[in-house]
């Protein structure tokens, strides 16, 4: 059974930057699509980025070049460099995992592998 495990959110002030982490237990995490979501409370949760096992990503539209989706398979790890941080990206940042892999933004539906969330505050 794999596990996700994401980290580094914190409290950052607007321009700042953070590097979010996950992590998974297992073996196949390489042959895994991983994506990004976000939610802030009475929001559903909204796809940010995700990155296919080759490396290929994908964006939604509010990312605007700010943020970066990157993988580790030797380590299981996949990261989500976030710089030029605004109020509006604060949020709990989860990642997912899944074997289906296409260019769009992703469902959260679609995912039934989820880690715990890490909170991302920025402040004005």
């Known amino acids: 059974q794999v596990q996700l495990v994401e980290s580094g959110g914190g409290l950052v002030q607007a321009g700042g930057s953070l590097r979010l982490s996950c992590r998974a237990s297992?073996?196949?995490?390489?042959?895994?699509?991983v994506a990004w979501f976000r939610q802030t409370p009475g929001k559903e949760r909204e796809f940010v980025a995700t990155?296919?096992?080759?490396?290929?990503?994908y964006y939604t539209g509010f990312v605007e070049g700010r943020f970066t989706v990157s993988r580790d398979n030797a380590e299981n790890t996949s990261y989500l460099q976030m710089v030029s941080l605004r109020p509006e990206d604060t949020a709990v940042y989860y990642c997912?995992?899944?074997?289906?892999?296409?260019?769009?933004?992703?469902?959260?539906?679609?995912?039934?592998?989820w880690g715990q969330g890490t909170q991302v505050t920025v402040s004005s």
């Open positions: 997912a995992a899944s074997t289906v892999w296409y260019l769009g933004d992703r469902n959260p539906v679609e995912f039934s592998l």
């Open positions: 297992g073996r196949i995490f390489s042959g895994l699509v």
């Open positions: 990155i296919n096992p080759a490396g290929r990503t």
